[in-house]
């Protein structure tokens, strides 16, 4: 078992920064990657970003292209999602995601982990 535990969240004015964290424990060794998800009220969960075990690969959804930046911290088991420009879209509760396989990509069934999501806040 994996256990998440996401932190960072909170209130921002647009144009704004946050650096929201995931951390890991137990069976991180069985672990092929970090997503970040995010769900806003009334919408689908939809992908932001993913990083490989190692660190040297990483995605981003188009709207997080040029704002967002998922770096990992192996010796701590922690993901950060450095979040700049925020913009009232994106607000949402974000959730970090492990997956235990390869090609995990963009797709949230193939994490099998989650954390219990931290809130953004963005106002205008």
């Known amino acids: 078992q994996v256990r998440l535990v996401e932190s960072g969240g909170g209130l921002v004015q647009a144009g704004g920064s946050l650096r929201l964290s995931c951390t890991a424990s137990?069976?991180?060794?069985?672990?092929?990657?970090v997503g970040w998800f995010r769900q806003a009220p009334g919408k689908d969960r939809e992908f932001v970003a993913s990083?490989?075990?190692?660190?040297?690969?990483?995605y981003y959804a188009d709207r997080a292209k040029g704002r967002f930046t998922i770096s990992g911290d192996n010796a701590k088991n922690t993901v950060h999602l450095e979040m700049n420009s925020l913009e009232p879209e994106d607000t949402a509760t974000y959730y970090c995601?492990?997956?235990?396989?390869?090609?995990?990509?963009?797709?949230?069934?193939?994490?099998?982990?989650w954390g219990q999501g931290t809130q953004v806040a963005v106002s205008s």
């Open positions: 995601a492990a997956a235990t396989a390869p090609n995990f990509g963009i797709w949230s069934k193939a994490y099998a982990y």
């Open positions: 137990g069976r991180t060794f069985t672990l092929y990657g």
């Open positions: 990083i490989s075990r190692r660190g040297d690969s990483t």
